[in-house]
């Protein structure tokens, strides 16, 4: 049972360079969501998605953009990155009542 | 809005000893969820407790309990018996009913000292 998954785990990008970070749960989950942790800060959230073929904007979504073309898969795009995007992405997810289950995260780097 | 605020950026405890983890939350929600997260060096978000804003009983699992005081809009986290690997940080967060956001606080360093 691997849960959530998150690849890439570690990623540098230069100013302007766009990635996308894939998120894959095998846990039949609905809602799935994309958080993002600096130090000395909580975990924020950017988008989040509610089923296949939803999405909806977060606390921080400016710079990124998400799809959920599978139920299983999350994705979270950075169309131009920028230096105040180095931070470390946490994706989860959840079934229905309160259980969130989060990725080991991906620690992304904009020089 | 919901908050979350955690007061104590760090603690240092001896081994075996009991730690309270403080929160404080607000909302004006009656309906919501309030969590605790261990996050060890290793940096996995770990799953400890819940407790529901009607739950009558303040929530256990383990060695770990949830002193919860809704009057006060508490929900500390109480840890007995620590041990080396309690070592992590810990987040307390909430979630409304009907929102979809989770909201962290800022979390607590906590280091056992053997």
């Known amino acids: 049972n691997a849960g959530v998954t998150q690849t890439p785990k570690f990623r540098v990008l230069k100013t302007g360079q766009s990635m996308t970070l894939l998120c894959a749960q095998d846990?039949?989950?609905?809602?799935m969501y994309w958080y993002r942790q600096d130090p000395g800060m909580g975990l924020r959230l950017i988008h989040y998605s509610v089923g296949e073929g939803t999405t909806a904007k977060g606390e921080v979504p400016d710079g990124y953009n998400v799809s959920r073309l599978k139920k299983q898969n999350f994705l979270l795009g950075l169309e131009s990155a920028a230096p105040s995007q180095t931070s470390v992405y946490f994706c989860a997810s959840r079934y229905s009542g309160y259980g969130y289950t989060f990725g080991s995260g991906t620690r992304l780097t904009v020089v | 809005a919901q908050k979350i605020t955690q007061t104590q950026p760090g603690m240092f405890v001896q081994e075996k000893e009991a730690v309270t983890l403080d929160c404080t939350y607000d909302t004006s929600d009656p309906s919501y969820g309030l969590f605790w997260y261990k996050q060890p060096s290793s940096g996995e978000m770990i799953f400890l407790i819940y407790q529901g804003s009607y739950d009558q009983q303040n929530a256990t699992e383990g060695r770990y309990s949830l002193n919860f005081q809704k009057a006060r809009k508490s929900a500390n986290l109480v840890i007995s018996a620590s041990q080396l690997g309690d070592s992590a940080m810990y987040f307390c967060a909430m979630r409304e009913v009907g929102n979809e956001k989770l909201t962290f606080g800022t979390g607590t360093r906590l280091t056992i000292i053997p």
């Open positions: 846990m039949n989950h609905e809602y």
